[in-house]
């Protein structure tokens, strides 16, 4: 098997992986719905990483392989886990306050 064919092999494998991980996959940042894969990045060592790239924000978003592999599919899309950054509210205990000293 050439290179070529390899690397056509390994691409398919990790888009229909995608595919049917994410049937709506889009960009977390900007909703856009055409993403490049990057299947020859590597992560950190030992991290076997598939990267998509947003084609029109450039966001980068990474899954780890053997974990997508292995996740029941399709993975359901929870919207309301990233919305746009916000305030805490008071209720958020945990943010120092200002004392207006600093
Ligand atoms: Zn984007």
Do not use: W
């Amino acid at each position: 098997m050439s290179n070529v064919e390899t690397f056509d092999k390994s691409f398919q494998e990790l888009h229909d992986l995608l595919k049917e991980s994410f049937p709506e996959l889009e960009c977390l940042r900007c909703g856009y719905d055409t993403m490049y894969l990057m299947p020859n990045v590597a992560g950190l060592p030992g991290l076997p990483a598939i990267t998509i790239v947003c084609a029109r924000c450039g966001h980068i978003e990474m899954f780890h392989r053997e974990v997508l592999r292995s996740a029941s599919k399709p993975i359901p899309i929870e919207k309301e886990s990233h919305g746009v950054l916000a305030p805490l509210t008071e209720s958020g205990a945990s943010v120092p306050k200002d004392d207006g000293n600093g």
